[in-house]
């Protein structure tokens, strides 16, 4: 699911109003990727379980370093049904 613009603004307002500083490099200068992510869960033994639950995320990325970050979307606001 791709981020709207309003919703990426949201995202970075939510940001900007915490210590929004990377924390590999102490920049401030993020961008906020376009689209909701989640991560794939696996099983003990190392096989990927499918149809699991998932966090919807949003990745922010430092233009100075290239760390990711991911933040769950609804605690920012965003609602996936918007
Ligand atoms: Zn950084």
């Given at each position: 699911m791709a981020l709207t613009t309003r919703?990426?603004?949201m995202i970075a307002?939510?940001?900007k109003r915490i210590n929004g500083a990377c924390p590999i490099c102490s920049q401030k200068n993020w961008t906020i990727?376009?689209?909701i992510v989640s991560a794939t869960s696996v099983s003990l033994g190392g096989s990927?379980?499918?149809g699991g639950p998932f966090i919807p995320m949003a990745q922010v990325v430092?233009?100075?370093c290239?760390?990711?970050s991911h933040h769950a979307?609804?605690?920012l606001g965003i609602s996936l049904n918007d």
């Amino acid at each position: 699911m791709a981020l709207t613009t309003r919703q990426k603004e949201m995202i970075a307002d939510k940001l900007k109003r915490i210590n929004g500083a990377c924390p590999i490099c102490s920049q401030k200068n993020w961008t906020i990727g376009d689209e909701i992510v989640s991560a794939t869960s696996v099983s003990l033994g190392g096989s990927t379980v499918m149809g699991g639950p998932f966090i919807p995320m949003a990745q922010v990325v430092c233009n100075n370093c290239g760390f990711v970050s991911h933040h769950a979307v609804a605690l920012l606001g965003i609602s996936l049904n918007d």
